[in-house]
């Protein structure tokens, strides 16, 4: 409950705007000065030697309006500069000023002229704003400012806030040390270290609360906010070294982000998880059923690349987390690669450089071929299946697939109805089925003697597809002439050493799981990823979820959104439609999706409601997770 009478001081600088207004003005006069930029470095580090305490405000005050050099003229410009530099959360929270506009107080140390026009649009009149005033010559330049003002003065607003004699609990709001201090002379109750524009170590060690935004604010003293739930609050881990691109994209929608750069085993992850709303993997960390037990705050999983069996996606499903990947993002990555090491097997082109490394000079045509008018054998026409067939052919090659599926000939490729069909044909087959765990030793011993005398393998689909030590033998007798292996059965969950029975073997290109390790598929995987968890996240869409009924929401204009997953048993959506019925609510759209063992269904509300009726949609027998977004 709100305490009855409580008082909220902002500080208006870095606080209510995302930027000090004295360095944008500065920015405005010095415009066209050849030695801009070394005044306004000047400035800014008076300013924040003045903030932090470490010079007298009055002496960081003088020394900046004399290097400012402003006129009256200036600050119609400046005021409209600054009202495009809101904070975004004072922004999206206007109607919170609206509501307690009456307990709102600004205490700045910057100046009348421009800070109450500003706040004026938050219904915080004049006479609640506490701060300098200019002093103008004749001709309208800003001389000085008035020092009689206590706030002109060290330590003005623990003055100041003392002459206002407010009664009730005083929460302080605001960036800076001098912020702070008023709380450190017992004259507020509280002080909230605002860091959303800015983080300021002498705030925040001494804060009794750190909010990164309004929300958060808001969301602590129970106030009416625009988000029902801080994105600050909800926790993203991402582990493998996804590229940095995820980070910056989360964290700038503000969630609180945590990047690791390797993968963690499953003893570790099971405390690691606790708390974590999202967790962020690639291909190595195996999300089990006992990692899903012990998390207890999980709402989805990001797997930042093509396959997902690492992960227990129905043991997910049934606790209602959301699985999303990327299926497109790697896939020509994956297939320039291949194309690459076609060329490079067929031409023996590895035993020749390594000859040059260790000092050997060995010109040859043996076992050296072009790829024009060679057969390629591709096993799994899918996404990556699929495009290298396309370059493939433009290179010459003529192609051959097989696919469990009914898959579609691009080009010229010519469909092979069954493995040993298409093993006995290829000069090169190339491996690009997926990860379903029914495919391990999909190629053994008895495929490869499948295969023709001389041929080469690509395995750059999983390690379990191949048997190793066949394969290994198949190369030593010279059954095989050539391969290409970028996974393998066990990998390393860190960079580091590794062995396998394939080193030392002549034309064989070992690559650690590099397949779809580019800048660009990078790049591109964390952007999609990211994007399908925050429109999870923010308005509960799971369209391509790997292991979800998928669901296209509209945006939710104006409304309250119950996101409700529920075993999918006989007689739970009428229970739900009996609650919302029972609470009188106004529903404006219902969404549902269902697979046979979850449903998922999505209520918008008018937002005015009986809050309780979210009590009693948790306690409705067989529900999974309830969640309220607005
Ligand atoms: N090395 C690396 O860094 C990368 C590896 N991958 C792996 O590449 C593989 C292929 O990826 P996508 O083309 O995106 O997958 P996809 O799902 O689009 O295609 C796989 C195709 O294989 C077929 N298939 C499955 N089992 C089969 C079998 N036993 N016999 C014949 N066909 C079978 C499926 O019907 C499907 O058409 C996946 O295992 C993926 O994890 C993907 C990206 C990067
Ligand atoms: O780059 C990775 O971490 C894994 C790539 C991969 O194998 C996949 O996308 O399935």
Redesign the pocket.
Known sequence: MVEEGRKYVFDFDSTLTRVEALDVLAEMTLRNKANKDEVLKEIQDITNLGIDGDISFTESLERRIKLLNAHKDDLEGLVSELKQKISKSIEENKEFFQEYADDIYVISCGFKEFIDPIVAAYDIPSERVYANTFKFDEDGNIVGFDETNVLSSHNGKIECLKTLNLDGEVQVIGDGYSDYVMREAGIADKFFAYTENVHREKATENADFITPNLNEFLFVNDLPRKVSYPKNRIKILLL?NVHPDAFENLSEDGFSVELVKHSIPEEELVERIKGVHVLGI???TQVTEKVLEAADKLLAVGA????TTQIALEAAKKKGVVVF??PYS?TRSVVELAIGQIIMLKRSIFARSSEIHRGQWFKTALNSQEVRGKNLGIVGYGNIGKQLSVLAEAIGMRVYYYDVADQLALGNAIKCSSLEDLLSVSDVVTLHID?NKANKNFIGEREINQMRDGAILINLA?GFVVDIPALANALKSGKLGGAAVD?YPEEPRANGEFTTELQGLENVILTP?????TEE??RDIADFVPNKIMDYINSGNTVDAVNFPNIRLPKQNKAHRFLHIHKNVPGVMAKINEVLAKYEMNITGQYLSTDPEVGYVISDLDKEYNKEVIKALKSVEHTIKFRVLY
Not at 304 to 307: A, D, E, L
Not at 513 to 517: N, P, R, V
């Open positions: 493998e690639r291909s190595k930042f690349c093509i396959g990947n990327a790697n990860d999983r996974v799981h590099i397949g779809g390790s598929a990078q």
